[in-house]
């Protein structure tokens, strides 16, 4: 397996599946995070492949107590004043390596793992869900307490994970992801892994943007259904992770949307999410980078 790794995906559905098999975890808001430990070092990678170790220091140390061969898949998240706070999280992404070092000192990030990809043995990703969670739980255990590094909470009871989506919403949980126990971890999107969520999004590509590529004031991006549209103006923490993408991307020459905005093209790579109510309009919300 070499780095990046392409990472599985979940299918947002209307509620949660139901019957035999299923397992559910919670779903917290923060950045997809893949960690590596390697041979002398840790590497941690985003849903999209982008090399971010400088930005998570205070996770990448404390994996390496990790045995060397391991990789695991989860969510960098980080907690102020006892709620998972994604602007926090937003905030650290977009930051240089030396301001990051001085958030996480203010609000250090906790890595809350759902899977296993690699133990020191091989890659495991073609396992069942049930079989990964059991050696999830066992390499975790032998790290010293305390430490960064948690195992998302699962449970096959459905009455459990129904109260986990109502009552946390609050703690900044966004919802509730499903598994089948006999699921392997697969690249991409698959029916053994759905997700319902309070805030119902899709992903967008990203075709343009207007103002500078170091300081993009809106994206132009290809919705689901095929139209393009000019998103809301990005906030700052948001805009300053689209810049590392856009200074670097090829650039096309001047498109305009279905409404007639002018962007600048360019080259598709980047996907990002939107609020799914928002792409009835014009104007588009997007919430993240994908």
């Known amino acids: 397996m070499d780095f990046p790794v392409a990472v599985a995906l979940a299918q947002l559905v209307p509620a949660l599946p139901t019957g035999p098999g299923w397992w559910y975890e919670i779903k917290l808001d923060g950045h997809r995070t893949v960690m590596w430990r390697l041979a002398e070092t840790v590497r941690l990678q985003t849903r999209a492949g982008r090399d971010v170790t400088a930005n998570w220091m205070d996770l990448a140390l404390p994996g390496m107590e990790l045995p060397p061969g391991v990789v695991l898949d989860g969510e960098a998240v980080i907690v102020v004043e006892g709620r998972i706070a994604f602007e ?36 495991v990703r073609s396992r069942p ?16 307490s305390p430490t960064p590094i948690q195992a998302v909470s699962a449970t096959d009871d459905l009455a459990v994970a129904q109260g986990w989506y109502e009552s946390l919403v609050d703690w900044g949980v966004e919802g509730v992801v499903a598994k089948l126990g006999t699921s392997p971890y697969r690249a991409g999107r698959s029916s053994s892994w759905r997700k319902v969520r ?31 549209a000019l998103s809301q103006r990005l906030p700052a923490p948001l805009a300053a992770l689209v810049a590392t993408y856009l200074t670097t991307a090829d650039r096309g020459g001047r498109g305009r949307t279905a409404a007639g905005d002018a962007f600048t093209a360019v080259a598709p790579g980047l996907t990002v999410e939107v609020l799914a109510g928002t792409t009835r309009h014009a104007v588009v919300t997007v919430t993240r980078l994908r």
């Open 198 to 228: 309070h805030a119902e999004t899709v992903d967008a590509e990203v075709v343009g943007f207007t103002g500078a590529a170091t300081r993009p004031r809106n994206l132009a991006v290809r919705l689901p259904d095929g139209r393009t």
């Open 88 to 123: 926090a999280v937003q905030s650290r992404a977009a930051s240089t390596p030396s301001r990051a070092r001085r958030l996480a000192e203010a609000h250090p990030a906790l890595f809350i793992v759902w899977d296993v990809l690699a133990l020191p043995t091989g890659d």
């Open 129 to 144: 869900y049930v079989e990964r969670r059991a050696m999830l739980l066992d390499v975790l255990a032998g790290l010293p």
